[in-house]
Structures are given as C-alpha cells and as structure tokens.
C-alpha cells in the first residue's frame, strides 16, 4: 500500500483522501498551513454554488459527481439553479444549453418568466424572457464537506495535520520521497499537491510548471430583505431542499444573471452576490495578502455597476444595501479547465490543481482511480497537466489568457472562437503566401490555422441554404467552393499543425507495437493507421506511422498528451523527437494531385509504383520531402514533408506548377467537411478514452494476432461481446438544417445519445453528423431527430461511408 501525502486540506484534498481510503489506501497524510478544517484557502470562503451543465462532457459528469456525493453526505442544499436571459442572445444560448444537459444526462427544463418567478420569488418576472433550470443544481456547504470527508477518511486510517507549512519535497534518483514541512519531514511514495493558488509555488519546488492564475472575484452581502424574512419566506421546497423559516440557509435556486456577469444566492434573510464584470485583478495587484490569504479587501466602486443591475432583476433589494464584501481568490487556466496529472521528471508527485467547489469530489474520485487503478472512468484529457503546449506555459501566456478566461466566465462562447491575444505565435512557413489569398485564420494550439481564402470568393459556386446566426458564425460559403475544387480538381491544405514525432532508435519497432493495435512490422516505406489504447482498451489516440528505416518512424499524433504517453513508455534505447516546429506540410489532395506533382519529380508517383498508404523520399523541384501518400479528404493524393527553412519554396513550386490544372488553397472549414463525408474520425471529439476501438467503427486498426500490446487484454474480453453503443453516421433530411456538435439525438421523443462531429456535406448537399447511439439505432434507415436551440430536427441513420465506399477516387 503507498504511503501519500497530500498538500492541502481544502474541498479538493479532503476529498481525495476519502477517495482513496475509501479503496484502500490507508497510509494517508493531509498537510495545510492553515487551522482545519477552515484552512484559510478557496474553499473557506467559497460561495458553494454548483451548476452541473459545461459545454464540456467530462466536466459536467465531475460537477454531477460530486452533486451526488454531497448530497448523500448531508453536505449539498439541493434547492436547484435557474439561469435567466434579459436578451434574446442569451435566451437562445440558454437553449443550447438545455440540449447540452440533454447529450450528457442531466435532467433540465426552459421556463417561462412567470415560471421563473414562481421558483425565485425575488425575480421580477418583466425583466426576464425565460429561463433554464435545473432541479439536481445547488449549494455546497465547502467547509462542512471538507469536514465530513476528512472524518471519513480519519475513520479508516488517514490523519490531517494542520499548521504544517510545506517548505520542500524529499526526493531521490528522479522519485518523490516525502514531504519537508516546519514541523518535520513526513515520508511518502506518493505526494499530490492540492494546494489551490499556492499550487504554483508548491510546483517551483520540483521544476513544475503549475499554469494557473490567482485572481480576485468579488462576492458581496446584502443586509437583510424583507422578503425573506420569517413568514415573507416562501416557495414550494424541492427534493432535499430545507424548508422555510428565518433560520433556513436558502430555498430558493440558486441564480444566474450571465447577461450582467452576475450571480445569487440566499445567506437565512440576506442574499449573497458574486460578480465577474471588473476587470480581473491578480492576486499579485493587492499586494502581501492578509491572514487568511483567499480572501482580499472589497473594492467597492467595482461593485457599484452589479448593485444597479441587480436591483433592477431583484427589485426587493432596493430596500437594502450592500453590508460587506470581499474579493475571494480563485483559480484560472489558460484554457479553464483543471490540471491533474503526474510531474514526468519526478515519478510519484502528481497535482489536482484549479478545482473549483463545483468540481471537487468528482476530480477527486478520478484522481483515485488513476493512482489505485491506473485509469479514471471519466476521460480527462481536457484536464490533463500535459495537455499544453510548452508557449502556453509561459509566464505571460498564463497571465493573459487567465485574465481573459475571467473575463469570458459568462460569455456567450462560440466553439469556434478563437483566442484573440496573444497572436499570432505559431505560424507555418507558408503564412505569408496565406495572407496574401485573404486566409481567415483560426487558432488552436497556439497555431494560426486557415479556415478558408477570401480569394477563392471569386471562383464560381452554388447557392447553399441560408444559416441561423449561430452556425454562420466563424464559416463562409466559400469552403463549399474549397471542398468543390479539391473534389474535382486539385488543392493545397496545410498540414502543418499536425504534431509529428520521430521514434527512432534500437528496439524502436517493438516499443511501437507494444504501444499500438495495428500491426507495424511491415517494409520500409509503409504507412499504417493505428490506435494508442489504455490498459482498460479506451482509445487514448488514433495514429498515422511511416516506417522510413527498419527502426525509424515518423508518426503523425495528435498532441502533448501522445509525446508524453510515449516517454512515460519508451525503453533507454528508444528516442521520442518532437519535430514539429523544424518541419511543414502541405496536403496536395485532388483529382489532379498527380498531374501536378509528377512532373516536378524524378520519382515514380504512379498508382503502380506509389500505392496508397506509402512512403517515399523524394525531390519536388529542388526540395526535399517525404511524400507519404494519405488523404483525409477522400481524394487522391499526398502529404508531403519538408524542413521549415524550405517550406515556402515547396509551396511556391506546387503553386506555379498547379496553375494550369486549376490549383487553389483550402482551409480546414472544407477539410472538415471532406473528411466527414468520407467517415474518418478525429480523436478527443469522436472518440476518446471511454470509448473501445469496435465501438468507434475502428476495429480494422486492431489487429489481435499481432503479439500483445497495450489494451489488449481488455480488448479480448470486449472483443466477443456484442455492441451496447455505436459511433453512427446520420445525415439531416432537410438540406438546410445544420448542426455542430454536441446536440442530443432523440429516437420515439426519449434521448438516446449526442452528436460529435457535425458538417455540411457539400458534395452530399446536407448535413453530415456522426453520433453515439445505441447499437440496436445504429441501423441505416433508422429515423432519429436532433434538437438543435430547442427545435427537433429529421435525421437519417445512414450506411458509412457517404462518398466513395468504394475508395476508388482515392487509390487511383
């Protein structure tokens, strides 16, 4: 059994600790600075309002987690939580919420502003124009669930220590060994730091990098209103709500005023308000902190804009005003999510860092299952400690993007939007060429990514369906014109932010068979589609590898988390190089790819000589490259590779040489469609860990009688059992209905799944969406609908793929 200790005994490490023993782990320590079991950090003063429903799956499955846990320990008012629109953008927005608690199993509703007003008595019903509502939400009380949870945990053997200032971590030969405290040194195999903001300083002292942001938010109370006071105190309690009386904590949902940047909640006769309209304030800005250090002086005049607002939508609190207030500290990523995860250069410290209340039993049931059982049963690579890029660690990124996470808390957030500074940082080498063709760009990962070239406006098109305002956003018509020129005559996509490892090294093939389902051991020049899987057979990544020597491979993945997967497995021998920012790509996908390339090489590009999913060297012009031949639009064609310094000589000669046959530029709005019509899945969107390879339709990249490899056990016993769910192609029955992603999927008026990915088809002429359903709905013919802002819309269930089942376009 290890020995842990974890720092920090707020919500988040009391919690872990009655995970933990709660499976056997009873050599368990809680170390805080502060008194227990109110330490002083986040989780003393915060608000404890939890809305369940986040854009994001696993998010809102830790949020219901924990709303479970709380709940069954007495910690968790379940008095429900009601956001209301004062605009009709956000009354559309509050829609797709409604359909994102649908696609994730929780039980919500839209309600009038009358009905709105018979839950919050408060609300002044002509200011609303409905609302949504969610009866499981409510309040956490944090300092009672630290308490419970920690005594449960003391029961079966943990202790806490409070007033133990951390000052160091013991550790020896790249392992963690205990904890230095001022009050002595505690042993441990297994130290995780859950200190919230004082995470990042924790982090310094083994070498990490804690990427959060510490930033102020302003919470106020009012003095007493008469409306609820004693008698005055009314409304029908719901499921494990109190009933009313002048003691009675709250009765009322909690409420949301996302319009103004505003939320509520009852404190017996006052109401508290949260507020995150001021600019953000880094802790850093106040100076030395005061005791309690989560908790910094009010500043009033910030407020002053949310009281106004909030007499006006709570009209009874013009009898009050505010009584006090304070400016708590909370945690900010660059991308908003948590961070949990094992340090790689210190084997045994692992974080649970940026968790909010709302979170923290969930994130704490996960992290138990990773260390007990070596995989969580949520899929947690949105809050995955490696999951950034190493620019997105550096100070001045974390800082901007922390503050402008603040700001976007509750904003109306397309899935599109890009982050608009820092920008640019990461371009391609063909940048310059791509704003000269008016390319719209995009961002992830730190990288400018074309979405589509205004000057391809010019080129001739058809009429498309007029769209809602929603999916208009971040698209134009001319993609279709891309995807129409790469189906029927040649184009140039740009590749190059697509994360490309080498593997090289003795042993390099069986590290990678061991690693991968597809069997690799074939010539050199090959090219093989497989899966990385974890010991439970979920679907970690999907790969592309090119064997360019008998032990060198060039492995097109899909981000930090596939570099870090492989290091945590590659033997001494074996050498994981990221060589994305030394090299470019350009994708040459068309009809006449070949008639474009063949002529600027010496080398044999015919179908004869070059056969899909190969490899070769190779010279364009005078440029170096590695063609490999792939498409992931349907068509044929070539990735080609070269090193960044002659990547805008690459694409200068595929330009030139392509004028004749009609060559353009694409971006990945046409891309994505392409690659839908043709069925290729992209991972973390279509699939991820909780999904098996069979399930995703990707049960060709597995090859069993290859030798043992990761997953594979469970895959055995998977392997004979039939389907319970299946990724499943729909097509919408109008032409001009279009989803995005994420929609509930309803069969016979009850939900039986969610949309994942989702595009028009442009050369389908409809909207193509792939979806989890059950298996038994998975039958083409099968009629389902998708609710798309609350309207149910005719799809299809239809045979895969929709262009090309043949593949002859492609292997020609």
């Not at 945990?153 to 160091?168: K, Q």
């Not at 102020?216 to 009933?243: F, I, M, N």
């Not at 699939?687 to 597995?702: I, K």
């Amino acid at each position: 059994m290890a020995r842990v200790v974890i720092i920090g005994a707020g919500v988040v490490g009391s919690a872990l600790a009655d995970e933990l023993t709660d499976r056997g782990w009873t050599d368990v320590t809680v170390v805080d600075q502060g008194p227990l079991f109110a330490a002083g950090g986040s989780s003393s003063h915060a608000p404890g309002l939890v809305f369940q429903t986040n854009p994001s799956k696993t998010m809102t499955e830790l949020a219901a987690y924990t709303v479970r846990k709380l709940t069954g320990l007495g910690c968790f008012l379940q008095v429900g939580g009601l956001e209301v629109a004062t605009t009709p953008e956000r009354w559309t927005d509050l829609k797709r919420k409604h359909g994102l608690a649908t696609s994730w199993g929780v039980s919500a509703s839209l309600l009038s502003p009358d009905e709105c007003a018979g839950l919050h008595s408060l609300l002044d019903p002509s200011r609303i124009l409905g609302g949504f509502y969610v009866p499981t939400d409510g309040l956490a009380q944090p300092v009672l669930a630290v308490e419970t949870q920690a005594k449960r945990a003391i029961s079966r053997g943990a202790r806490f220590l409070g007033s133990h200032t951390v000052t160091g971590i013991g550790q020896e030969n790249g392992r963690v060994t205990g904890v230095q405290t001022d009050r002595g040194f505690i042993a441990a195999d297994i130290v995780v730091c859950a200190a919230g903001f004082w995470g990042p300083a924790i982090g310094e002292m083994v070498g990490l990098t804690v990427p959060l942001l510490p930033l102020a938010h302003q919470y106020a109370r009012t003095g007493p209103v008469p409306a609820l006071s004693g008698a005055s105190r009314s409304g029908a309690p719901r499921s494990g709500a109190p009933r009313s009386g002048a003691s009675v904590e709250a009765s009322r949902p909690i409420l949301r005023h996302q319009d103004q940047d505003l939320y509520y909640r009852e404190h017996g006769d006052r109401i508290g308000i949260g507020y995150y309209g001021h600019s953000p304030m880094p802790a850093s800005v106040f100076g030395q902190p005061p005791a309690m250090p989560s908790v910094l002086p009010f500043t009033p005049d910030d407020f002053a804009p949310a009281w106004q607002e909030s007499v006006e939508l709570l009209p009874e609190l013009s009898g009050t005003e505010v009584e006090e207030g304070i400016n708590g500290i909370f945690s900010f990523t660059p991308d908003g999510g948590p961070l949990i995860g094992e340090h790689r250069e210190l084997a045994g410290f692992w974080v649970a860092e940026a968790v909010w209340v709302t979170h923290s039993a969930g994130v704490a049931r996960a992290l138990a299952e990773w260390l007990v059982d070596g995989k969580s049963s949520v899929d947690l690579r949105e809050c995955d400690l490696h999951r950034f890029e190493e620019l997105q660690l550096a100070p001045s990124f974390i800082e901007e993007r922390g503050k402008q996470n603040f700001v976007e808390v509750y904003d109306i957030v397309h899935p599109l939007q890009p982050m608009e500074r820092p920008r640019p940082l990461r371009t391609s080498p063909f940048y310059s060429r791509q704003r000269e063709l008016g390319a719209v760009f995009l961002e992830g990962a730190g990288w400018e990514r074309p979405y589509w070239y205004e000057s391809n406006g010019l080129l001739p098109s058809e009429d498309l369906p007029p769209r809602d305002e929603w999916s208009a956003r971040y698209w134009s018509p001319i993609a279709a014109v891309e995807a129409a020129v790469t189906r029927s005559r040649v184009a140039m996509y740009d590749m190059t932010p697509l994360r490309r490892l080498e593997v090289s090294g003795p042993g390099s093939l069986e590290f990678l068979q061991r690693l991968t389902t597809n069997n690799l051991d074939k010539s050199v020049g090959s090219v093989t589609y497989t899966l990385m899987l974890d010991h439970r057979g979920g679907v970690r990544s999907d790969l592309t590898v090119a064997r360019l020597g008998p032990q060198v491979f060039q492995v097109g993945a899909n981000g930090p988390l596939d570099d870090d997967w492989m290091r945590q497995h590659a033997p001494a021998s074996v050498q994981v190089r990221d060589i994305t920012a030394g090299t470019c790509c350009i994708g040459l996908w068309g009809p006449r790819a070949r008639d474009v390339l063949q002529p600027l090489t010496a080398s044999d590009f015919s179908n004869f000589s070059m056969k899909y999913f190969r490899a070769q060297k190779a010279y364009i012009g005078e440029v170096p490259v590695t063609a490999m031949r792939l498409s992931y639009v349907g068509e044929l064609g070539w990735e080609l590779y070269t090193s960044a310094d002659l990547g805008l000589k690459l694409w200068d000669t595929l330009w030139d040489a392509g004028q004749e046959h009609g060559i353009i530029a694409a971006g990945r709005s046409a891309f994505n469609s392409l690659r839908l019509e043709k069925g290729y899945r992209a991972w973390g969107t279509d699939m991820t860990t909780e999904h098996d390879p069979y399930s995703a339709g990707l049960g060709f990249a597995v090859r069993m009688d290859k030798g043992d490899f990761i997953g594979r056990p469970a895959l055995a016993s998977l392997s004979a059992s039939p389907l319970s769910r299946q990724l499943t192609c729909l097509t919408l029955d109008d032409p001009a209905h279009v989803v995005m992603g994420k929609e509930p999927v309803f069969a016979g008026g009850t939900p039986v799944g969610y949309v994942t990915s989702a595009s028009y088809g442009y050369t389908i002429g409809r909207t193509v969406a792939y979806a989890w359903l059950p298996a038994s709905l998975s039958v083409p013919g099968t009629a389902v609908t998708v609710e798309y802002f609350g309207e149910r819309l005719p799809a299809t269930v239809a045979a895969e793929p929709l262009f090309d089942p043949k593949m002859e376009r492609i292997r020609s």
